[in-house]
């Protein structure tokens, strides 16, 4: 994988070479760098993006958590009247742990594939808006390159247009109507549960 990476910075080093040697002598390159990261994680877009699937995965998160608190009661009720109960009590109360136990492992299995998927998801539509921003503001600055933090070993700091970025993002957000976070799926339904 290592080697994948590195073959492909060394063509895309070798391309951004070619392409700053294209430009006539007498032009001094104009030369950016960002921190695709940071955006990621300091744009009203990203913190949206955020905070959408907070609010969207909360209800599931807490059902899920609602159901691990009565599988642990179960448990401790379990051990604690185990001795007590006849044969066929505690076989059934063992089997109603064990049924729970498997039904909540595919609950937060399912609960973490959704969130996975809806955050790669949401991540492509993100990454789409911030490279367009990205190069929309190369092209109004006069940038004859804009490389990412991620493929550069060092950058001047006077380099790092990230915080300008920064600012078009936050501004094209004030600029932008309030949008409502997609409606949250509903929660599966409890199985009922035998006593």
Known sequence: MKRLISS?????????GGALAALPAWAEPKIGVVDPQRLLE????????????????APRERTLQAQQ??????????????????????TRAEKELRDGARDFERMRSEFQDDISARRNEEMSRLQK????????????QSFDVVLSTEG?????????????????????NAAAPATAPPPAKPAPP?????H
Do not use: C
């Open 42 to 57: 300091e744009s009203p877009q990203g913190r949206a993006m955020l905070d959408a699937m907070r609010t969207e995965f």
């Open 190 to 194: 409890a199985k009922p549960q035998t």
């Open 129 to 140: 808006t911030l490279g367009e921003e990205v190069r929309s503001y190369a092209k109004a």
């Open 152 to 172: 550069v070993v060092y950058a001047a700091p006077t380099y790092d247009v990230t915080p300008a970025i920064l600012t078009a993002l936050q501004a094209r």
């Open 69 to 90: 608190q009565a599988l642990k009661a179960k448990q401790d009720k379990l051990q604690k009247d185990g001795a007590t109960m006849t044969d066929e009590q505690r």
């Open 8 to 16: 492909k910075l060394a063509v895309w080093l070798i391309a951004a």
